[in-house]
Structures are given as structure tokens and as C-alpha cells.
């Protein structure tokens, strides 16, 4: 992964120095608190419903043990002994107290974290696939690259105050695990004719109020030409954008105003303009970022294990967990562990100290010290031998990490919701919790089968319930919390917007339309046939017969 330079270390110094000074003046009453607003949410600071929360940065969601450790700390002696990780690959701490902001920032600049661009209308934290560089089905590594958008986008002078907060994608695979097409850019990394490197350019993608997917604006762009033509996109949007309208403010509004072809033909002329100005860093410092993202030497080893077949015969979660949390790596011999923070009414993203304390511990002993973040807000061990897994299950089983339920129903996708956030409408967790608990048994959910199910406490759809197979939305009806159900959405390759099947639900009739569409599913579906494929098949209106009619 990255080291810091001087230049990255004293970069973030500087700024934890700074905001120290602000918070001091803020403290004092000597900066009122619209006129901090703006000076914390450039630093990761919020003021949600009942404290502040401090949203860290873990670029391309990759980290090491010892960084896993510090957030640990942190949340120990600053919080309340948990972060949330969220879904762009990032951890919420969600209890600091002002006062304490600059410490959290200067332990976070030890282990070379920060929180700057994690909020404000700037370029967000980066994002990628959770498996980039552990797995066979990529044609590179995309963390380079994402690397090299964090350190141009970082305190961009230009683009510090854009019209909205913008948000960048990046895969190196086919399979999309990073949901670019829901992204102001996402990029995924092609090879021509000729065997070279290069990107299909993807703008405009976006959730909230509403959702949009993305555009393909260029089928190929060159590698040498990677950050000037994402500059070129920037300064069109940060020209052309409105800046009248915060609901419409994002990129995805004014391509739509435009069309894509417009948009496109105008990002051409501007980047005719600067492609030459030295915007592209030479190819001996791409090279030097890549370095840093060799993947360790692993030996081939046995396709399979004598140790972990055994106990997948004798244990049924265990081999469960084998089936959905385990992923192929490029070495034979090896996986990619996803460790779900989903637990049985659990709260979803949640991991208390002593749970990070743990990964950390066995990420040093198998996985070569390495953490991945994924946007579905569970934790990954990348590069872990066959052999070693029965070993990493029981510790991670002992400490409540062993729920074998990724990529199943009860593997959702979750905001923090009205227990936590001024913006939300409704509830989320309490919602998901009782999901959980309708679904805890590991075999109907292993007969249900992959189903991507994904809640927001509100329309701005931090919980991306646009893109789940079955979303929630929970909405305000005149003092109420209620809670629309929405089918057919995807945030892979295939992306599509989900529609919104009927009327909404109170909190407990939710859970019960969500069970009424299961039910439905299971009824009609063909051999082999995935939720999506047979929602896709069938249509909406059997969906909403069976879940109005009866109710």
C-alpha cells in the first residue's frame, strides 16, 4: 500500500495544526458555529442529530493492521467504542467531542490517516473494487490510479469549492464490485487492440433525489492522459454547474440538461486546451505509486485444503461461511476473505474496538498486514491461504465476526438513518435489525440465495437503495416514519434503477412486504434463477399483487 512522502506528511501537519487553531476559536465563541460550518466539514466533521461525528478517509479502502489499530484506539478513548464503516469504504466515529477533534486528527496523522475531503463540496475519498489486486478476474490494479486521483485532487485549487460534493469510481475488473456507473466519474480500465492500458470514462452517475446512471463519455482514454481529461470533466462541471440550486447542483443534472454527447464534445475542447500542460505526471512516477502495490509473493499452493475441507464437513456455518465469505484470489492456494459486519441483529458497518483489534491482529499473521474497506460496508482480508481458514473463522466466530451471510439478504447495505442523522426522515437500523432477525437461519437464506437488499433512511440514499435488487426508502408521511419498497435496481456492470412497487409500509409492514416479495421469488423462479434475473423476467406486477392484495 502507499507510504507518505515528506510532502503527504507535512501536508496533513500543517492542516491538523491548523484545525486545531479553529477549534480552539470555535470553542472560545470567537467563530460562531455557521461560521465553522464550512472550516469542520472540509476536515471530516459533522453536526449530526445529537453530537458531532468524524468521517475518516481510507483512500481506495485499503489500510494496514497498525491503521486498523489506531481506529481502534480511537474509538476507545474518543468514542463510544465502535466506528461504523460506511459506503465509501470510510469509518464514522460517531461520539467525539469537539474539544478532542484535533487529537483524533494528530493519532489519525501518526499511522498516515486524516480526514480531509471526506465532506464539503470538493472531491470526495476515492473508491475501488475490494478484491483490486487479490483477484484473477482484473486486468490491473486500479489503486495506483486511485492514488494518483487522491494526490491531484487533494486541496486542488480549483476544485475546493465546486457546486456539489463529487464523488470518483474506479475498477480494474469486468465484474463492477465498485458501482462506477452511480458515480460523478467512474472509470473502469480497458486494454485496446494494441495491449495498452487505458480507461472507459463513465460521468454523470449519481443517487439522491435523483438517480442517475452514468454515461460512457469515452470508450478508451490513454493511460498518459488520466488526470488531464478528469480535469478537463471538472472544469466543465465547475464552469456549467448550478450553483443556484443545491438539489441540482450535482454533475449528473447538468449532463442530463446537456445530453451526453454535448457534455462529452465540450469536455474535448477543454482538454485540447491543457493536455499538454504538464497535468499528466511523467510515467516514472506512475510507476514509482505502482511500487507500492506489488502484490506479495505468494507460492502456489493445493487448489484445495485436506484442513479446511475436514472442518467444512463436521461445521454447516462454517461452510456456509467458506461458500459466501470466501473469494478467489490470483494464486492459486489462496482467497480473499470478507468478514461481514452484518451480524443477526447487529447493527450494520458497525465494529467495536475490540472486533478492529482483532482483524488487525490476524491481518498481521495471515493476510500480509493488509485491511481492504468494501462499499458494502463489511471488512476484508486479502491474500489468505486455504489452510489458515478454519483458524481465522473460529477467532472471528468467537468475537460475533463469523456470520457466513455475504452477498445474502441479511448482508444489506445500511445508513445510519434517523437514529443518528439531521437529514433522515425515518429509521434504518431498527428496520434492518428486525429484517435480520425475520431471516436468521442460515439455511433458508442459503436457499434464497444472492440478493443484494439496500436501505436508506431518506431520499438522498446514503444506503444506495436506487441500486439494491430490493431497496427501502424511508420516507415522512405527516409525522410518521414509513418505508417504500422499491425492486429491480443493480450497482454492478449491469446497473438499473429500482421502481418503486406500491405504496409505503409502516415499520413492521416492511418487513413483512419484504418477506411477501422473497415468497413471491422463490414461487417463480427457474433453476439457477437469481433474484434479479427473475424480476426481470417476470416484471414488477406479480411482485406488487402479492404483496397488496394479501395485505
Known sequence: ????????????????????????????????????????????????????????????????????????????????????????????????????????????????????????????????DQFAGATADEIADPRPYAELLRQWSSFHPEFSFLPRKFKFAITGADQDRAAVKWHDIGLIVRKNDAGEIGFEVIVGGGMGRTPVIGKTIREFLPEKDFLSYQEAILRVYNEQGRRDNKYKARIKILVEAMGAEEFARQVEVEWEKIKDSHIDVPQEEVARIQAFFQPPELANQDATSAVTSEFAKKNFIFASWLQNNTNAHKVQGYVNITISLKPHGGIPGDASAEQMDLVAALSDEYSQSEIRVSHEQNLILPHVALKDLPAIWADLDEAGLGTANVGLLTDMIVCPGLDYCALANARSIPIAQAITKRFDDMKRLQDIGPIKVKM????????????????????????????????????????????????????????????????????????????????????????????????
Open 1 to 128: 500500500m502507499y507510504a507518505y512522502d515528506k510532502f503527504d506528511r507535512s501536508l496533513v501537519d500543517i492542516r491538523v495544526a491548523e484545525f486545531r487553531d479553529q477549534v480552539e476559536r470555535r470553542v472560545k465563541g470567537d467563530l460562531t458555529e455557521e461560521e465553522f460550518r464550512p472550516i469542520r466539514l472540509m476536515n471530516g466533521l459533522y453536526l449530526q442529530l445529537h453530537a458531532y461525528m468524524l468521517r475518516v478517509a481510507v483512500p481506495y479502502g485499503t489500510m494496514s493492521g497498525d491503521q486498523m489499530r489506531r481506529l481502534a484506539h480511537i474509538a476507545r478513548k474518543y468514542d463510544k467504542g465502535y466506528g461504523h464503516f460506511t459506503t465509501r469504504q470510510n469509518i464514522q466515529f460517531n461520539w467525539p467531542k469537539l474539544s478532542e477533534t484535533p487529537d483524533i486528527l494528530a493519532e489519525l496523522a501518526d499511522v498516515e490517516m486524516h480526514a480531509i475531503q471526506t465532506s464539503g463540496n470538493c472531491i470526495r475519498n476515492v473508491t475501488s
Open 456 to 551: 436508506s433512511g431518506c431520499i438522498n440514499a446514503c444506503g444506495h437503495h436506487h441500486a439494491g435488487h430490493i431497496g427501502i426508502l424511508g420516507v415522512d408521511r405527516k409525522g410518521q416514519e414509513m418505508y417504500q419498497l422499491l425492486l429491480g435496481g443493480s450497482g454492478a456492470e449491469d446497473a438499473t434503477k429500482a421502481a418503486i412497487l406500491g405504496p409505503g409500509f409502516d415499520e413492521h409492514g416492511i418487513v413483512d412486504a419484504l418477506e411477501k416479495v422473497v415468497a413471491v421469488y422463490l414461487g417463480v423462479r427457474e433453476d439457477g434463477e437469481e433474484f434479479l434475473s427473475t424480476y426481470r423476467r417476470i416484471g414488477a406486477q406479480v411482485f406488487k399483487e402479492a404483496v397488496y392484495d394479501a395485505a
